[in-house]
């Protein structure tokens, strides 16, 4: 984790991808979360956004609009922020725009996000993942539903945003949409195991991570998905 | 959590209460921390102060200093850092001011700050929340001794802090003095239950979090305190 | 933990000994970095560094180099880290530096450090602990070689950088040599006692945490280690 604009270029010449999360901006993310992403741009490289709380302050918005040409290998983020991403990068139709409700909030479900998940998706050429109940996952084309988790998941601080860590580990060995479905699979099988072993939410993040760790390929191509159409 | 000036006002606007610590300063909170407690005051939302560390660098001075008209909804300290605030916005006597520790170590017994406490309550008219062996919660008039806990939570990293955002959660549905009892109340009831599970920090931690998560509102009220006028 | 400068002076004038860790560093580091690691030089107290991510952007060269005259008390890193920091501070014999890896990579096992560890405990008169599979500690006389711990404290995000908070624990009430091979014998006691009862990383490092609290002195003296000369 770095937080220098010439760290963050480091990272992405020393890696095969970069996470940039923006839950808690600091003055100094103005210069360091374009210049890394710009950076995983140029090289080819992976990076994965996770857009949070846009809304809450003017520079998340200024970011994100920087951030707009740099096309993100994944997005991730609940449906309210996949929406208001692809609004801010007016991606959806004008009467779509108009008519949605926006905001940071997660009461929207992933099927509200639907539309605008396949947007970005086409817009960027990789991946996009909301998180809910039934996480959605599109690469524009195909929409995945991953099934598993549990509502614990919603109790832990930062569990959403862990996720584009482990979409990061992924995207350095897999193209865009298998590493958004595979890692996707692997967070709901971690939550399913965790909430068998722990009813409150910080055994629950203990066992989470345990099985986060444990979990085999084989196990994660077996966690349950269903297929559609985008 | 936020770090900037204007994500503080943005958080003010979107909740019911907000909780200020300062513990581990940035340059950048000059400007957040009195941004945030002016929007939370002008706009009549509580605000929850946890003045850790006051006497540590110049900073934390000069912002309780600025702090002072906005008077906090709550403010929980440990005895030292309760005395020196109340000594920082010269509400205690000369005499007192002259004669008493200060600094910010905890070994003054809560006890020792009472005076201090009460002395805060009246001047802002909220309520605050003395840390010991045994809590003190005031709001100028009566003084509740909270019992419970254990000390385990001495040997947790930011487990006073912690309860500023508990007593914030209260804050934005109960009146300070309710909210300061219910939450110290809550806290210590979780502290019982987990020494009761737990004999080491890591493993405390974890029941400490999940019995925070398990208590009902009736097992909280239960908790022992005792009421003495103030 | 404090991040700004005249909050370091204070901690190091308020204590006996203070940490050092360039993990994630902020621009304000720039200053409170160097100032104080002055106050504890200039003060005659103990101050332990972990020159984390050597080579990772440009700031961290900059402030490891204004370090040196400093003379930390411990140092501590992987074998990596330790090489690079004793090549940057013209320690090692030309040949040596050029001949040698470089970078931040952990790959290179401890005894690849021997040279450069005892080099830089020479040059500051302190000690040297370099972490891996069997640590090893220098003053630059003597090499111990402390056993246990456990390869899922490497999946501990922070584990190594944490044994810097257990150093200068010890550095308050010991000489560097002492206070290096008790707090490293007190990690691997900690680490092998953790692994009896767990098996994956985060279940692994509560009882980490917990086993570092349980050790007694007894316990911690009679940790397996192995002492030659330099």
Known sequence: ?????????????????????????????????????????DAGKAWVLDPVGLGIGSLRTKLLEELKPYKPTIVRGNASEIIA????????????????????DTTDGVDAAREAAVALAHYTGGAVVV???????????????????????SKITGCGCSQGGVLAVYATCADAF??????????????TRAAAVATAP?????????????????????????????
């Open 1 to 41: 984790m770095v937080y220098l604009p010439d760290e963050g270029e480091a990272l992405v010449a020393a890696g095969n991808a970069v996470y940039l999360n923006m839950g808690t901006l600091f003055p100094i993310y103005e210069q360091t979360i374009p210049a890394t992403a710009k950076a995983a741009h």
């Open 85 to 104: 991403l692809a609004s801010l990068w007016e991606l959806l139709g004008a009467e779509d725009a108009l008519d949605r409700p926006r905001g940071v």
């Open 131 to 153: 998180s809910g109940e039934v996480d959605l996952v599109t690469d524009g084309t195909t929409v995945v539903r991953s099934h598993g988790g549990s509502g614990l998941m």
């Open 178 to 191: 298998t590493a958004a479905v595979a890692s996707t699979a692997h967070y709901n099988l971690a939550g």
């Open 202 to 230: 910080a055994s629950f993040k203990v066992a989470f991570i345990d099985e986060l760790y444990r979990a085999t390929g084989e196990e994660i191509a077996a966690n349950p998905m269903c297929v559609e159409e985008a």
